[in-house]
């Protein structure tokens, strides 16, 4: 089973929201860990969007729009990226990342198109 | 502005080694580690190791271990990573990223190096 599960893919319409699941893998608790989150748009690299522990440990990237947010499920052990008032430049690939093991460890990354 | 550049495209057989490198520029190179992350086509991100500029520490992924190496010269701002017995399924883009030590706020990104394994 992999450390980080994204679901593959995500669609939702302009203006709206969407809320991207990384859910980690049985055994470890997502309490204890620092989520980091990127944006991959088509031949580029990935940009960094922010880090979500908790609601007093966290930090957005420099000049990431605050529609971006992170948070967590503790209940579904899944970290959360929420993108609100979609936009149709958000149309992009989002890994999660942790640190796990001495290893820095990514999701398979989420394919979200807004349509 | 802090810009990590990188080598060109490589094209490399089965069994031989590539050397990427990755050349600092905009602030003091000795002060942030250096990671190296790939991506196969169509693929994931996959994080290989890291690099402490200022010590030359070392940290690979377990897969790694044994077929990478990843080195720096100081004197001219520039990271290093050779990764030895390559096969087919080693083709990929293979970027360079800074962080501070132990933080996964990879802010800054060299442009990417593709490598194409093939006989």
């Known amino acids: 089973q992999a450390v980080l599960t994204q679901p593959s893919s995500l669609s939702a319409s302009p203006g709206a929201s969407a809320s991207l699941t990384c859910t980690l893998r049985?055994?470890?608790?997502?309490?204890?860990?620092?989520i980091y989150w990127y944006q991959q748009k088509p031949g580029s690299p990935p940009q960094y969007l922010l880090r979500?522990?908790?609601?007093?440990?966290?930090?957005?990237g420099s000049g990431v729009p605050s529609r971006f947010s992170g948070s967590k499920a503790a209940s579904a052990n899944a970290g959360i990226l929420l993108i609100s008032g979609l936009q149709s430049e958000d149309e992009a690939d989002y890994y999660c990342m942790i640190w796990h093991s001495n290893t820095w460890v990514f999701g398979g990354g989420t394919k979200l198109t807004v349509l | 502005q802090v810009q990590l550049v990188q080598s060109g495209a490589e094209v490399k057989k089965p069994g031989a080694s590539v050397k990427v490198s990755c050349k600092a520029s905009g602030y003091t190179f000795t002060t942030y580690d250096i990671n190296w992350v790939r991506q196969a086509t169509g693929q994931g991100l996959e994080w290989m190791g890291w690099?402490?500029?200022?010590?030359?520490?070392?940290g690979y992924a377990q897969k790694f271990q044994g077929r990478l190496t990843m080195t720096r010269d100081t004197s001219i701002s520039t990271a290093y990573m050779e990764l030895s017995s390559l096969r087919s399924e080693d083709s990929a883009v293979y970027y360079c990223a800074r962080n501070v030590r132990n933080s996964g706020d990879f802010v800054s990104w060299g442009q990417g190096t593709l490598v194409t394994v093939s006989s």
């Open positions: 690099m402490n500029p200022n010590s030359g520490d070392t």
């Open positions: 049985s055994g470890i608790n997502v309490g204890t860990y620092n």
């Open positions: 979500y522990k908790s609601d007093s440990d966290k930090q957005q």
